[in-house]
């Protein structure tokens, strides 16, 4: 079974400053997908990034950009520039096909973010 | 574009009676998941439907169900309520194939007493 560990249960940063959230993952497909998602206090989930595993490159979202090493299995999100509204929980998670259409997301235990005026 | 809708946002149930929760999707989203996040569990799948057919269930006992209607609505029902049953329930909605990531809900609370 696939899993997503993230390390941090807690992070803090200073307004304006770079913060790096970790995440490595278990896997044995070589096709997938990973994303980060953000949860404020709203409770929604949002997408903040996504990296499709076959590409090599970083995937960049503005502000956000990530850290993928496939052979370590590692994937981090890097924030530039943080501002109060970054402040959520930060989800990291897995997406493979599991049969009939499916790609079901398997999520990390999470990160809390402050962010420090 | 209207964003993926759950109702109702807060809801609390006596242990033994059952529970449905509503969930719309994105319009054009034909693909329904259901997650359940508490503190101790985190987010785990429940349940991903697809055209009105399950196409995917977790590791969740019977008394988790759910349907999906013909546009793409879903509900997801528990019976027979427990304690542990208390979390939030989030609804995602994606295009026919996910891998471009979900658009979920805002939860519904669900609160068993």
């Known amino acids: 079974a696939q899993t997503v560990t993230q390390s941090q249960p807690e992070m803090s940063v200073q307004e304006a400053e770079t913060v790096t959230l970790s995440c490595t993952y278990d896997t044995s497909e070589s096709d997938y997908y990973l994303f980060w998602y953000k949860q404020p206090p709203s409770r929604q989930m949002i997408l903040v990034i996504r990296q499709e595993a076959y590409k090599q490159q970083n995937a960049t979202e503005n502000r956000f950009s990530v850290n993928f090493q496939k052979a370590a299995k590692s994937f981090s999100l890097k924030i530039s520039d943080s501002q109060l509204g970054d402040a959520a929980m930060y989800f990291c998670?897995?997406?493979?096909?599991?049969?009939?259409?499916?790609?079901?997301?398997?999520f990390g235990k999470g990160t809390k973010l402050s962010v420090i005026p | 574009k209207a964003g993926v809708t759950q109702t109702p946002r807060y809801l609390i149930k006596t242990r033994g009676q059952q529970v449905t929760l509503s969930c719309s999707p994105i319009s054009g989203h034909r693909s329904v998941s259901w997650y359940q996040q508490t503190p101790g569990q985190g987010l785990q799948f429940l349940f991903e439907?697809?055209?009105?057919?399950?196409?995917n269930k977790g590791n969740f006992p019977g008394r988790f169900s759910g349907r999906q209607f013909s546009n793409s609505r879903s509900e997801m029902n528990v019976s027979t309520l427990e304690l542990g049953d208390s979390a939030l329930y989030l609804c995602a909605s994606s295009l026919a194939v996910s891998t471009v990531g979900y658009t979920f809900g805002s939860g519904t609370r669900l609160t068993v007493v």
């Open positions: 439907y697809f055209s009105e057919t399950q196409r």
């Open positions: 998670a897995y997406s493979a096909y599991s049969g009939a259409g499916s790609y079901q997301l398997t």
